[in-house]
Every structure is written in C-alpha cells, then in structure tokens.
C-alpha cells in the first residue's frame, strides 16, 4: 500500500461474492494488475504493487501499437531522461474533449499500464503513427492495460513557501522583510476572497474539483458566490485553513506572477545548454473575470490564454529540501522550438549532470518551483554573518574546539590511572578535566557578541555571578527576604521565601555560601527570548556553581594527612562530599532598544546537596 493514500486517510478493500462471481477473485485481480514477478526484492516489488493503486482518472485507450518505448539518454552514470517521454498533441486534444478540459496542457503525468511518468507535448508526433513516445526508465511491471491514466497535468499551479524554503532563501540573505511582505500580501488575498469576486472565484478554483463548473455558475445560473450561503461558508472555511497553514507550517503562499509550481520536463530538441532553462507561464488576469460579469460577454472569456517566456536569472528548487545548495540558479532563454510547452520547466539533456539531480537528487518526475523574488536587495538594517564573523572568531573556534579534544582525553587518561592520586591536588586535577571545559568555553561570548553584545565575554560575566551568588545566599541565610528586592524578581522571592524560611539553622549555614567556597562556576545554558510584535529581546543565562563548604579546612586536613593509613584518607573524603553544593541560578537582562534598565536581575534559583539526593 502506498504511504501518501494513508496519510490522507484513504484505504481500499476488495470484495468478492463466490456464490454469483459478479466480479474477479483476489487472485484474478491481482493477476489482471500485471506481472510483478520480475521485482525479488520486497520493497520494490511491493511498490511495483502499489503503482496500481495510484490516485488517477481513466481517459482513453490507446493501442500499443501507437506507443514506442525507447532508450534514456545516459552519460557519467546520470539519466538525463529518468521518466520521461512524449505524446502528440493530437493525442492532447483527445483527451481535453474526454475530460472537459478548456485549457490545452503541455505535461502529464501517467499512469499506462506498467509505465509512471510524465510525458511532453511533441507536434512532431502529430504526423507519425506512433502517438506516445516512452522512455525504458518509465516501464517498472509487466501490464496489458492500455487505457490512458491521468495523475495530474501542467497548469497555472500557485507556489508556497514553508519553513526549509524560508530558511534556505535567509540563508542566501534574502532579508525578512521580503517573506513579511509576503504573508502580508497572503493575508490580504484572503480578505479579498470574501469582499471581491475575481479573487474569490480563484480562491475557489484552485482549491475545488475541476468537475464543479464555476464559470458556469457563475456566468449562466448568475449565483454571487459572495453572498449565497452556501459558498460563503465554503469561502470562510478556506480562509481559515489558509491561516492554520501559516500558524503550523509558515506556509506562505506567494503571486503567481513571481513564481510557479511546475513540472519538470527535458528539452527533446537538445537545444539548451548546460545551466540553461526554458519556462513560459500563462498570465492571469484577475480583471478579466470583472469585466466579464459586467458585460455577460461570454465569448471573450473563452479566449487564447496570454503566454510570457521567462527571461533571465531564475532560482528553481524542490520540496524537501535541507541544503543551501538545493535552490539552484539557471538562465533562461528563449527558445522558438520549445514555446509549445507552457506552465513547466525545460531542463537541457546537455552537461555533465542532469540539473534535477542537483537539487536533493531528484529525478524530472517532481514538481518544481520558480521564484522570482529572491532577486530583492538585501536590507541594510539587517545584521548578515559577515558582519560579526571574522578571521579571530574562527581562531576562536579552532582553539576551542582543540582544547574540548585535548581536555576530554586528558580527563580520560585521568580516571583511567591505576597510580594513586595525591588529593591535595584534587582540584587542580579536576581543573585541567571535563569541568574546565565549561568554566572556560567561549560558546557564549560568540552567540552574544555575534548578536547582541560585543562587549560581552564570559569570564567577567561569571565573576559578576559569582558575587552575585555570595550576597544573595547570604540574605536567603539570614532569612533577610526583604533585602533581595532589586537583585531577585518579586516572584522569585515568594517562592525563595515559601521553600527557606523554615529551614533549620544547619541547612541555613550550607546556603550561605563564601566566595572561597566556589570551587567551580560556568554558564549552563544561554537562552534567548524574543517578542517581534512587542520588540522585545530578553535573554537568560543559567549559572551552575560548585560549592565546597569550608574548602579550606579540608585543604589543609589533608595536608596534614598526607602519608596516613587509607582510612583517614577515606574519612576525610567522604565528609568533604557531604559538604558540596550544588547551586542554580537563572539571569535575565533586557536587552530591547527601548529598555529603561539594563542590569541583570535573578528570576530563579535552587541550592542543593548531592549527598541527600544519592541517599534518596
């Protein structure tokens, strides 16, 4: 079974009656499908299966004799042609009449027997016996059916941005002021789908079935798809998805004169070259459907579509796509011989490798877009990574990066030794290991100085928290809560208050911590909290502290100690980790432009033993 009919909540079941046979067995039908036999490997062959249950519409038959099924066109390994053929446009013809289509279509994409694909409008084929063109890439199964089935054609299709898009184009300095617009403008069509007909016959158009005639609706049983209750409703409910998308998945979709959803096809002609493109789009015209209603000149709407050849720098990409090099940039030109082909993109069968292959390794059997916007000029007043980013950040990474290698495998070697360790030097040996690595990493002066700060650095900020530590453990000591204002949001200090007030004096004692005690102090976690719509940028820095209670006492008994029986050494130890501290603290500063204070303020903390929480 197909894993896209499941998303979407489809399933099928087969049923058959044995008394009347009114209609083929399981195993009839699975024979009728065609001849998997040729796929031993499991996923393909149960792919090759699910080919059949494709979601398409029969059109009509065509005859094998009036099919041909040629060789791809394959150089370094690569298929310039991986699924895809053509057909006459006789061929198109027919098939407008069979479906009802007003608009002729260049592409397709089939589903013929045991082939899948798309197929290109070729009038070469118009005078020749064969009608459909097929390519070896395109035949996965053995099948003797030959009706014609249709997945989707080539038409005016809307694009739509979503998150990797967006990123990928940020990437490229796109400013967001460009996809702010956009939204905007997004928005905007919205309301206009419910005040103004054009756009709300498009809205609708785009997102109903093809068998629901809204011309007609329209034109001849004159219904005001504004206004009549049914559509109205219909409209709002659009809208309101329309709005979820953006909320979930910033899916912004953008003007259809500024880009396209296509098909992908190959220049049979071998015209183009490597890095070139050929694209030619139908105009809308949004006034025309206006005029139309005013005048009831039904004839003029069923005019000849107006045709535009893009030409110029384009970007084409793909969905999924995860890297800054999946939106590639082709020049497009001109090409009488291929202006037949309207609503998809032309990629040369010239070059080294094919273009669709560049982009996520895609075959031509995918839709591609086509913004044009990105041609925008950046904004000044956006900060791009040049310019922070130098030749001394990237020192600076480079340093950090060999101290964290030599530092871990220092600290391996460490706790590997089966030597005994003189303890007196306990600290300066933890010093050189994995804490250090913390206590002196320039993480945290890159992000802030590359954003916020150039001023800022980590050292002082820790030396600065350090004291901040001392003051406040010595008020929450002395149970002087009142004293914390200033330095503790007063949230912070009701909840301080509910949870030490009633503490026993030697639990007091181990809060109030002396400088001297600190053995160890780093920053935890950077956070940054921003508000565009309140032009609010706040950022809070998680301080750990290791804490020690009368370090130097230890220090100096162990000193004293040194050459005495195991047992004291022991002793000693383990009252040293009954005495540590773990404290916690968060620090918040406003860093908006408009920010009467900009001082740092603690809007959380917690001391604890790690010896109760190992007995517990």
């Not at 099919?67 to 042609?81: L, V």
């Not at 798309?118 to 009608?131: A, F």
């Not at 793909?318 to 590639?328: F, M, V």
């Not at 009467?596 to 190992?614: A, K, M, Q």
């Given at each position: 079974m197909r894993i896209s009919p499941l998303k979407d909540k489809q399933y099928w079941f087969y049923w058959h009656d044995e008394k009347n046979k009114t209609n083929l067995s399981f195993d009839e039908a699975y024979k009728w499908m065609g001849d998997f036999d040729n796929e031993h490997v499991i996923a393909k062959?149960?792919?090759?299966?699910?080919?059949?249950?494709?979601?398409?519409?029969?059109?009509?038959?065509?005859?094998?004799?009036?099919?041909?099924?040629?060789?791809?066109?394959?150089?370094?390994?690569?298929?310039?042609?991986?699924?895809?053929?053509?057909?006459?446009?006789?061929?198109?013809?027919?098939?407008?009449?069979?479906?009802?289509?007003?608009?002729?279509?260049?592409?397709?994409?089939?589903?013929?027997?045991?082939?899948?694909?798309?197929?290109?409008?070729?009038?070469?084929?118009?005078?020749?016996?064969?009608?459909?063109?097929?390519?070896?890439?395109?035949?996965?199964?053995?099948?003797?059916?030959?009706?014609?089935?249709?997945?989707?054609?080539?038409?005016?299709r809307p694009i739509h941005?979503?998150?990797?898009?967006?990123?990928?184009?940020?990437?490229?300095?796109?400013?967001?002021?460009?996809?702010?617009?956009?939204?905007?403008?997004?928005?905007?069509?919205?309301?206009?789908?419910?005040?103004?007909?054009?756009?709300?016959?498009?809205?609708?158009?785009?997102?109903?079935?093809?068998?629901?005639?809204?011309?007609?609706?329209?034109?001849?049983?004159?219904?005001?798809?504004?206004?009549?209750?049914?559509?109205?409703?219909?409209?709002?409910?659009?809208?309101?998805?329309?709005?979820?998308?953006?909320?979930?998945?910033?899916?912004?979709?953008?003007?259809?004169?500024?880009?396209?959803?296509?098909?992908?096809i190959v220049d049979e002609t071998a015209t183009l070259k490597s890095g070139q493109v050929f694209c030619q789009y139908t105009i809308l015209n949004t006034e025309q459907l206006d005029d139309l209603t005013r005048s009831n000149n039904i004839r003029s709407y069923y005019q000849e579509d107006i045709k535009k050849v893009v030409v110029g720098k384009i970007v084409v990409t793909?969905?999924?796509?995860?890297?800054?090099?999946?939106?590639?940039?082709?020049?497009?030109?001109?090409?009488?011989?291929?202006?037949?082909?309207?609503?998809?993109?032309?990629?040369?069968?010239l070059g080294d490798r094919p273009h669709p292959n560049e982009i996520s390794g895609s075959d031509l059997d995918v839709n591609l877009t086509l913004p044009k916007f990105v041609s925008s000029p950046p904004i000044s007043s956006f900060p791009l990574i040049s310019s922070w980013w130098s030749d001394e950040m990237a020192c600076k990474f480079y340093k950090l990066f060999l101290n964290l290698t030599a530092q871990c495998s220092r600290t391996h070697v460490l706790s590997d030794s089966s030597q005994r360790m003189d303890l007196a030097h306990l600290n300066e040996y933890l010093t050189l290991g994995l804490l250090s690595i913390a206590a002196e990493?320039?993480?945290?002066?890159?992000?802030?100085?590359?954003?916020?700060?150039?001023?800022?650095a980590v050292k002082p900020f820790s030396d600065g928290a350090r004291q901040a530590l001392t003051v406040v453990s010595r008020l929450i000591g002395n149970n002087q809560f009142d004293d914390l204002s200033g330095l503790v949001t007063q949230q912070a200090?009701?909840?301080?208050?509910?949870?030490?007030?009633?503490?026993?004096?030697?639990?007091?004692?181990?809060i109030s911590v002396d400088e001297s005690e600190i053995v160890f102090t780093y920053p935890y976690l950077?956070?940054?909290?921003?508000?565009?719509?309140?032009?609010?940028?706040?950022?809070?820095?998680?301080?750990?502290?290791?804490?020690?209670?009368?370090?130097?006492?230890?220090?100096?008994?162990?000193?004293?100690?040194?050459?005495?029986?195991i047992t004291n050494w022991t002793a000693t130890m383990k009252k040293m980790r009954d005495n540590i501290v773990v404290c916690n603290y968060k620090f918040l500063r406003d860093m908006s432009k408009n920010a009467?204070?900009?001082?740092?303020?603690?809007?959380?903390?917690?001391?604890?033993?790690?010896?109760?929480?190992?007995q517990q």
């Open positions: 062959h149960s792919a090759r299966i699910a080919q059949c249950f494709t979601s398409s519409e029969a059109t009509i038959r065509v005859p094998r004799e009036k099919t041909e099924i040629i060789d791809d066109i394959e150089r370094n390994g690569y298929i310039f042609t991986d699924g895809v053929g053509t057909f006459s446009s006789r061929l198109r013809d027919e098939i407008c009449v069979k479906m009802g289509y007003r608009r002729k279509f260049s592409v397709m994409q089939i589903r013929y027997g045991g082939c899948k694909g798309t197929v290109s409008v070729n009038p070469d084929l118009d005078y020749t016996e064969k009608q459909m063109i097929l390519r070896k890439s395109m035949y996965k199964f053995i099948s003797t059916h030959d009706v014609l089935e249709l997945c989707k054609v080539s038409a005016p941005l979503n998150r990797q898009v967006i990123a990928l184009l940020e990437s490229r300095h796109i400013p967001h002021s460009t996809f702010l617009l956009l939204q905007n403008q997004h928005l905007l069509s919205l309301v206009e789908s419910l005040l103004y007909l054009p756009s709300t016959y498009e809205l609708l158009h785009e997102r109903l079935p093809p068998h629901l005639q809204l011309r007609d609706l329209i034109l001849t049983a004159q219904i005001d798809l504004i206004h009549e209750p049914f559509f109205r409703q219909l409209i709002t409910t659009m809208c309101k998805h329309e709005i979820k998308r953006i909320q979930d998945k910033t899916r912004i979709q953008i003007s259809k004169n500024s880009g396209r959803n296509m098909f992908g793909k969905n999924p796509c995860h890297h800054p090099g999946d939106l590639r940039t082709f020049e497009a030109i001109d090409v009488p011989k291929l202006r037949h082909l309207v609503d998809c993109i032309v990629f040369p069968q990493n320039e993480f945290g002066n890159v992000t802030w100085h590359g954003y916020f700060d150039s001023t800022f200090i009701n909840e301080i208050k509910k949870n030490y007030e009633n503490l026993t004096s030697e639990q007091k004692q181990k950077i956070g940054m909290i921003m508000d565009e719509q309140k032009n609010s940028r706040l950022v809070e820095i998680t301080m750990i502290f290791h804490i020690l209670k009368d370090r130097n006492s230890y220090q100096e008994e162990m000193l004293h100690a040194k050459g005495d029986s009467n204070d900009d001082s740092w303020i603690i809007t959380g903390l917690n001391h604890w033993l790690p010896s109760e929480y190992e």
